[in-house]
């Protein structure tokens, strides 16, 4: 599949996502050199939330609205307040865009309900993405596929069952180009709860390009999930974790993002193909194998002995696996100490 002119699939390195979400603490400075700083660290794509606080949940402080999770980053967190700190103005939305553009990225969002999507299509935005917790709103994911453009949705939480029903929406509503993300909805994530070995198994049940909304940690996590067939990789940004904000506690930094980047890279290109016997760049280390050699100069009719014959390096006489084949045979003719061992030494076939 493409998004714009990038192609993801095998054979691609993975296509990067530096999702900003709300580590631009409200500020459109930040934000633009958050673009900045994806792009100088290899990101392909730059991506942003569309929603408000009053889009997103109800503006109340009864037990639902409020995160009661003592664990969470976010514990005692009226829900409605922390989207109102997290969210990302629309009209900065145009500014960003236009920045990714200048720096050669894309650059596209997540909508969480239909004026979203409709606001982002005024914005031409060249893709979407579905977030776990609303991967079971079909009638998004509809209204999103009705656009045509290419959809990534993640699948924290979900069940197969759950993930076919969105699919399915999707591509009854006319998606043509859909990448379906493993994701674990805990911020941060550990490689323990993790499961990439889930990503080749998304795929085989979907026919669809897979990848990983990752939350853990450094880059570990994501350079597996390559080796298992990933084509695309969503990580959180920001500029200095220090900084602060909802989502810096597992957010990538620039340097960080960089090492993403060159890491996966080289994970893509390994993967290669299923291939035995020596490839071209290894025809020349022949020569080092171990094989049969004379060790000791023999006269004609000398009988072949572990002293005189061994196995060593390098590989230009008979393979090793004839040694007890050759021991106590006699040469036909004279032979000098260093002879690569051969069939006709023995004045036979």
Not at 314 to 319: D, I, R, Y
Request: a negative charge; one cysteine or more; glycine letters at 8%.
């Amino acid at each position: 599949m493409k998004i714009l002119d990038r192609t993801i699939g095998a054979g691609q390195r993975p296509y990067l996502i530096a999702e900003m979400s709300g580590n631009h603490n409200q500020s459109l400075e930040r934000a633009l050199a958050i673009v900045d700083a994806a792009a100088a660290s290899g990101a392909d794509a730059l991506k942003l939330q569309t929603y408000t606080a009053d889009t997103m949940t109800l503006d109340l402080a009864m037990p639902g609205f409020v995160i009661d999770d003592p664990k969470s980053l976010w514990a005692g967190r009226r829900l409605h307040d922390l989207y109102q700190e997290a969210h990302t103005p629309w009209d900065w939305h145009r500014p960003i865009v236009e920045r990714a553009m200048r720096q050669g990225m894309h650059c596209f969002s997540t909508p969480f309900d239909a004026t979203a999507v409709e606001f982002l299509e005024s914005l031409d935005t060249p893709a979407y993405k579905i977030a776990s917790f609303e991967l079971v709103d079909v009638n998004l994911i509809r209204t999103v596929a009705s656009t045509g453009k290419p959809m990534i949705m993640s699948t924290g939480m979900a069940t197969a069952g759950e993930i076919e029903e969105a699919v399915a929406a999707a591509r009854a509503g006319g998606c043509r180009e859909l990448v379906l993300l493993k994701c674990t909805s805990t911020y941060p994530a550990t490689p323990q709860n993790t499961n990439i070995a889930t990503i080749p198994h998304l795929r085989a049940l979907f026919g669809c390009e897979v990848g990983l909304s990752d939350h853990t940690l450094g880059t570990g996590v994501a350079v597996a999930a390559t080796a298992l067939g990933a084509t695309v990789i969503e990580k959180h940004f920001t500029l200095r974790r220090a900084d602060g904000g909802v989502d810096s506690a597992f957010s990538m930094e620039p340097q960080e993002f960089r090492a993403l980047r060159e890491e996966t890279e080289r994970a893509a290109l390994a993967l290669g193909s299923v291939q035995y016997g020596p490839t071209e760049a290894e025809i020349k280390s022949l020569a080092f194998r171990r094989s049969l050699y004379i060790a000791a100069d023999l006269e004609a009719g000398a009988v072949l002995t572990r002293e005189n014959l061994r196995s060593v390096r390098p590989g230009f006489g008979l393979p090793p696996k004839y040694l007890q084949t050759l021991l106590g045979k006699r040469v036909a003719r004279a032979v000098r100490a260093g002879t690569p061992m051969s069939w006709d030494l023995l004045g036979s076939p």
